[in-house]
């Protein structure tokens, strides 16, 4: 079975070589869209092709961040890739089975077996604490053990999911994508939930969730970086939520208190979800 995750990057040297890797070791090949980064994501993501990384495309930025852009170009690649399973993810996650006794290839191919064509993922954010506020090195993984599981709704994180195959829309869905989008209407839908919640007709998601480890800083000067020095396309500023208007002064790093102590991937703990980060101050 291929499996092949379509990722998405921009200054992302600090992720990129672990994620690539991680996907290596579970079985899983990479499609890797590059929106112009400035620093050695695309040296380093280079080292893998041959490997598991299929290719490296570049998105033009245009001087800001354009996220239905990006998801409008993953759909169309769902169509073109040579793949069984696909899979939208980013690389600062890491994202594995239910269980440590099988890769992330042999869990999804189970799950076809067993007749189903979606996975969601339950997602665990992994930050750093008060106690310890910096982990901008490359064993980050080994370093940062608190975390606390994030689930605005359920599903929270449906984006794995078997290859379709185009079907027709109708009348009305051909011609305002044809209009809006200069395209064929693509067989999956991921811009409507910004990428979290795959949709196509017939759609029967796993019942048992995988898990994503989600590391979305390293320090506060990270943070600082991946969202206050970013310009957001204006059109889509309040889909990004407190993302794209957050100030400095605005972090605010938990204590380890408010956090959940990692010992091993099988005892991540799913209960009682936030739906709110604990990076920001709220209110």
């Not at 280079?46 to 998801?71: D, H, S, V």
């Not at 073109?80 to 890769?103: C, G, K, Y």
């Not at 839908?189 to 480890?213: A, C, E, M, T, W």
Request: net charge negative.
């Amino acid at each position: 079975m291929k499996i092949v995750v379509i990722l998405a990057s921009y200054n992302e040297q600090r992720f990129i070589g672990a994620c690539l890797d991680h996907y290596l070791r579970q079985g899983i090949e990479v499609y890797l869209l590059d929106n112009d980064s400035t620093d050695n994501t695309v040296e380093i993501a280079q080292q893998y092709l041959g490997r598991n990384l299929i290719a490296i495309e570049r998105i033009p930025r245009n001087g800001m961040y354009q996220w239905q852009k990006i998801l409008m170009r993953k759909e169309e690649l769902a169509d073109e890739i040579e793949a069984d399973w696909l899979m939208h993810a980013d690389p600062d996650e890491i994202r594995v089975a239910p269980n440590s006794t099988q890769t992330l290839a042999e869990a999804i191919a189970e799950v076809d077996k067993k007749g189903y064509n979606a996975v969601n993922f339950m997602e665990y954010t992994f930050l750093p604490v008060r106690e310890s506020n910096d982990h901008d090195n490359a064993e980050f993984q080994k370093t940062m053990h608190w975390y606390y599981p994030f689930a605005q709704r359920y599903p929270h994180r449906l984006n794995a999911w078997k290859k379709q195959n185009r079907r027709w829309p109708g009348a009305k869905a051909f011609l305002r994508e044809l209009v809006r989008n200069h395209r064929l209407p693509p067989s999956v839908n991921l811009r409507d939930s910004g990428g979290h919640v795959i949709q196509f007709p017939g759609i029967k998601p796993y019942p048992v969730d995988f898990k994503l480890k989600h590391y979305i800083v390293l320090s506060l000067d990270h943070a600082i970086q991946k969202y206050v020095k970013k310009s957001y396309d204006p059109i889509e500023t309040g889909a990004h939520g407190w993302r794209a208007t957050i100030k400095e002064h605005e972090f605010l790093l938990p204590s380890q208190s408010h956090m959940r102590l990692y010992t091993s991937d099988d005892e991540l703990d799913a209960s009682n979800p936030l739906k709110e980060h604990l990076l920001v101050q709220q209110g």
